[in-house]
């Protein structure tokens, strides 16, 4: 193997002069950078627009579903606070006992230092509640008196759950009492489905966030190999990897800030289409309510975390797919 | 001050296959020389690790006064935009203009617009492509579609200046005047290192001839 070092017979008369990029335009080239590819990659959803508005959709749904969900259980988590959760007993009266019978027996119930409240509910005033609220309605007319029996409902002072039971029998065993029913605990079961409810949406919200991941991952995947040659010839020509990674994370904070944007929309559709039977359902229970949207908080926390998840699949593509793009093989 | 030095180089594919076997030589800065041998000699391996496009497996490569093995990945970028590349197959993009291929090397290391556009002028003027400039290269010759990869290749003033075979498939006449332009670009003080396997025309440029056979360099004169 030979080989001599041949000094070179025409030495160099100046170097070429080198180009120097300053700091301050380097900045100001960096900021250029970033809204042309932001640009850059809007107009490339814009490009394919079938593609773009299906992977869209596809997230939109994703997105919203766990978003209309956390907005119901914050709805009905508002409207049972409404409630007084304060336990109640209901006492259903002998139906032979008249009025003033009744009426007497609820000051008589006044007096005793166990309980804080005590509210009669006639058999007539019962009737008139039934008549406005119930389907039924009709059924009562045809019937000659009146089937409802008189209602004490009392407020115990204590809400001891041992007590309680003690003193709903204490009350059920009094002649004038046909029937008292505690009626705490199905306010407890709601509860605890409520608390139940959420976990699962939170459950099915991270399942869903996956699979946003998943979608725009793949979406993005997608767009570096349909542009390969573009980022071997830049990192050829001495693209660093963020710039070569910059379009596809733009393209990726495009597609989680738009979906996100669809998603609440459909969200506060979705809603304003309950609105209506809400509220006539919050009425049977005397409840003043009004069904609330998304708010700003929970609109900004949507949006917020649809453009992350954009963010975080896009990357995920990008750093498993633009290593594997090497100037090695041209 | 050599701008290419090479240490007993050694390079074995994962496959097996040896490209280089202790290869040395120093090319000086502003000197201009040709790569010759039949093809599988290993010329395009010697210029994919100059541009860090492959890693020796054994030996130093030096570019200036850089030593590529210390080279951190991230680094890889500067060392790249040091050195201007043309390559047989010219690697241009077909999805945008005459123009904005040529100033891509200008966008990435983030040159202004204006300053850009000015410099992508110059360079395409000097490969007689001015007026080609909102072309798409697909439209153009294959001979002109070489020249807009090597007005890519100058368009920042590259030290180093490398040339995969760029009169590959080109007729000699256009091969003479691309080889002219590379000398042109060597007087003004580039270094320039061309692969080429036509001896015709690199017997024509009298310059010097680095020659490997079988992954040996056998002939340096």
């Known amino acids: 193997m030979t080989n001599k070092r041949s000094a070179p017979d025409n030495t160099p008369r100046r170097g070429a002069r080198q180009h120097r990029v300053e700091s301050a335009d380097r900045r100001r080239s960096w900021r250029r950078h970033h809204v042309s590819v932001a640009k850059g990659a809007l107009l490339r959803l814009r490009q394919t627009p079938v593609a773009s508005f299906m992977t869209l959709a596809v997230l939109a749904i994703a997105l919203a579903l766990p978003g209309f969900l956390l907005a119901a259980l914050s709805n009905l988590q508002a409207l049972t606070s409404g409630w007084d959760t304060q336990p109640r007993i209901a006492l259903y009266m002998q139906t032979e006992l008249s009025d003033a019978a009744i009426d007497r027996f609820s000051r008589e119930l006044l007096l005793r230092d166990d309980l804080s409240g005590v509210e009669l509910i006639s058999r007539q005033k019962g009737l008139e509640e039934f008549r406005e609220y119930s389907a039924f309605a009709d059924l009562l007319e045809q019937l000659d008196a009146n089937p409802l029996p008189a209602v004490i409902m009392v407020t115990p002072l204590s809400d001891n759950p041992v007590q309680l039971p003690l003193l709903k029998e204490e009350l059920a065993a009094m002649s004038q009492v046909s029937d008292a029913v505690l009626d705490m605990e199905w306010v407890q079961r709601l509860d605890a489905v409520l608390a139940l409810a959420q976990r699962g949406s939170y459950v099915l919200g991270g399942l869903l966030a996956l699979a946003v991941l998943l979608v725009v991952g793949n979406t993005v995947r997608m767009t570096i190999e349909s542009r390969r040659d573009e980022i071997l010839v830049s990192k050829l020509v001495g693209a660093t990897d963020a710039w070569v990674r910059r379009p596809f994370l733009y393209s990726g904070f495009w597609f989680g800030l738009l979906g996100g944007v669809l998603a609440w929309l459909l969200v506060q559709v979705a809603l304003s289409l309950l609105s209506d039977p809400a509220q006539a359902l919050a009425e049977l229970y005397l409840n003043r309510f009004q069904l609330q949207g998304l708010g700003l908080e929970g609109s900004l926390l949507m949006l917020g975390a649809s453009v992350l998840l954009g963010l975080a699949g896009s990357w995920l593509a990008v750093a498993r797919h633009l290593r594997e793009i090497e100037p090695g093989e041209v | ?221």
């Not at chain 2, 002219?180 to 036509?198: K, M, P």
């Open chain 2, 1 to 221: 001050m050599a701008a290419i030095r090479f240490s007993n180089v050694f390079k074995r594919y994962s496959s097996g296959q040896d490209a280089l076997l202790g290869v040395n030589f120093e090319l000086a800065s502003g000197e201009m020389s040709f790569l010759t041998g039949h093809s599988g000699a290993g010329k395009s391996t010697l210029m994919k690790l100059i541009m860090l496009m492959e890693r020796p497996s054994r030996g130093q490569v030096w570019v200036g006064q850089q030593d590529l093995s210390r080279l951190h990945r991230s680094q890889i970028p500067l060392l790249r935009r040091q050195v201007g590349v043309v390559f047989q197959n010219h690697q241009l993009l077909f999805d945008r203009t005459v123009f904005d291929n040529v100033a891509l090397p200008l966008q990435i290391s983030g040159y202004d617009p204006a300053d850009a556009a000015r410099r992508v002028r110059a360079a395409l003027d000097k490969v007689g492509l001015l007026d080609r400039e909102k072309h798409n290269p697909i439209m153009l010759s294959t001979g002109e579609q070489q020249r807009v990869g090597i007005a890519r290749a100058i368009v920042h003033k590259p030290r180093l200046l490398l040339a995969d075979e760029p009169t590959g498939n080109l007729d000699p006449e256009l091969s003479e005047d691309i080889m002219r332009l590379f000398e042109q670009f060597n007087q003004i003080g580039t270094t320039v290192l061309i692969a080429s396997h036509d001896h015709s025309l690199i017997n024509r440029m009298h310059h010097r001839v680095l020659t490997l056979r079988n992954g040996r360099l056998i002939a340096d004169d």
